[in-house]
Nanobody
Framework: VQLQASGGGLVQTGGSLRLSCATSGLTFSSYTMAWFRQFPGNERGFLASIRRSDGSAFYAESVKGRFTISKDNGKNTVYLQMNSLKPEDTAVYYC????????????????WGQGTQVTVSS
């Protein structure tokens, strides 16, 4: 199972970025995909998840309304659209996959992408 995250970069406050997570080697339909982020010295924190089977999405309160998770089943890719970015969104962003339904705990996810840096300048 491989996850490849991309799309990070430097953006100004108020700007937008779209992260992508391309997957291979998994039965995409039975998985829930998620995005986490990690601040220096902290554990990874849950942002959003999407269930491949029915497209249902779940968000952390901190990003609800600003971030949108979506998927393209044909491309086996999950996206995270991030709008109205703030300096406090600066972090390394990771995609992850697990069998089954939504979960906010990073330890419940078995496959991880390599992380992509997002930096929001003030």
């Amino acid at each position: 199972v491989q996850l490849q995250a991309s799309g990070g970069g430097l953006v100004q406050t108020g700007g937008s970025l779209r992260l992508s997570c391309a997957t291979s080697g998994l039965t995409f339909s039975s998985y829930t995909m998620a995005w986490f982020r990690q601040f220096p010295g902290n554990e990874r924190g849950f942002l959003a998840s999407i269930r491949r089977s029915d497209g249902s999405a779940f968000y952390a309160e901190s990003v609800k309304g600003r971030f949108t998770i979506s998927k393209d089943n044909g491309k086996n890719t999950v996206y995270l659209q991030m709008n109205s970015l703030k300096p406090e969104d600066t972090a390394v962003y990771y995609c992850a996959a697990r069998r089954g339904t939504h979960h906010y705990n990073q330890n419940q996810y078995t496959s991880w992408g390599q992380g992509t840096q997002v930096t929001v300048s003030s």
